[in-house]
């Protein structure tokens, strides 16, 4: 019977476990909802914004603008903007950028480049802390859902570290979105910005649905956005590079908010998997448990029948 009882107790822990991932299956997915409503809600501005630099980079010629945020530098310092997540429980998202910027970095030192790190996250910032890399800010403790003061937030600490000549490039490495099964750690150079950085690609949007009690996403191609040159006879009351001066650190910082908002919807995806497979793996078990519990309680049955058998035949004989 005590092991009737043990059993018993298993089954129903794992019952319990199963409610919470579930449950936490279901919160992530609310989440990616909002994070993609959010995408779409900052693509009216980041359009517009790119259409103006598009008509500047029209009327000069960005190579010939003595500007600090376009101007190359020989290389012996790279800051690296690594985004990670706060919480665990999502796959091997936080393992696969930490990996992504841990060979950048051994990359860079092999180049006889030093490297620097600012960590979003507080994984990647405890791993790297744990290791004595060399750390210039770290932020943890961010929405879930990023926000623009935090994009803003963090773009002012890579200009000031990029302006100062502390480093002479900034990379940004992060999980871009694929699909609910899929991203992939990329990096990107975000300083100095160039011309073909400014270039508009088409996009696609990932839409979660739900069909017959299961997630589906849906793909949506949207064509960027007609590229017009600004009218010839427009007249400018500011010099176009003071224009372009003041646009391009919030052209910055709407390129890392766009980033959070991907890296945010890959670690909640990634969630989402790993909690769909702990409520299978719970319900498989569940079952095996069952089906253990019920032999063990049919032998202990026939147990007693033998025992009441063999007594009356004994009290017989």
Do not use: H
């Not at 822990?13 to 989440?31: D, G, P, Q, Y």
């Not at 490495?173 to 400014?198: A, H």
């Not at 032999?295 to 058998?309: G, H, M």
Request: net charge positive; glycine share 6%; with cysteine.
């Amino acid at each position: 019977m005590a092991n009737l009882k043990a059993i018993r107790d298993r089954i129903q822990s794992v019952k319990n476990t199963k409610k919470i991932t579930e449950a936490m299956r279901l919160v992530a997915a609310a989440k990616v909802r909002r994070a993609q409503e959010q995408v779409i809600g900052t693509r009216p501005f980041a359009d517009r914004l790119v259409r103006v630099l598009y008509g500047l980079q029209a009327r000069l010629r960005f190579e010939d603008a003595d500007l600090p945020l376009l101007r190359q530098r020989e290389v012996k310092s790279v800051g690296l903007l690594v985004i990670s997540g706060d919480r665990g429980l999502c796959g091997g998202y936080n393992n696969n950028i930490i990996k992504q910027a841990e060979n950048r970095a051994k990359q860079l030192k092999a180049q006889g480049v030093d490297y620097r790190f600012v960590l979003v996250g507080r994984k990647a910032t405890q791993y790297f802390q744990r290791r004595n890399q060399p750390i210039d800010a770290t932020y943890t403790g961010l929405e879930q859902i990023p926000t623009a003061d935090e994009a803003s937030q963090i773009a002012d600490q890579l200009l000031s570290l990029f302006l100062s000549e502390t480093v002479d490039r900034v990379e940004l490495i992060y999980t871009k979105f694929v699909s609910l099964i899929s991203s992939r750690p990329v990096v990107q150079t975000l300083l100095p910005l160039t011309s073909q950085g400014l270039e508009v690609r088409d996009d696609e949007i990932f839409r979660l649905t739900s069909q017959g009690g299961e997630f589906q996403v849906q793909r949506e191609t949207v064509t960027a956005p007609a590229m017009k040159s600004l009218p010839r006879d427009m007249l400018f009351e500011q010099d176009p590079v003071q224009i372009l001066d003041a646009l391009l650190p919030l052209y910055l910082s709407n390129q890392l908010l766009r980033a959070l908002q991907e890296s945010a919807a890959s670690e909640l995806a990634a969630r989402m998997t790993a909690m769909s497979s702990a409520s299978d793996n719970a319900k498989e078990l569940i079952g095996s448990l069952t089906l253990s519990y019920n032999k063990a309680r049919q032998a202990a049955i026939t147990q007693e029948i033998l025992e009441v058998v063999g007594g009356a035949e004994a009290l017989n004989g």
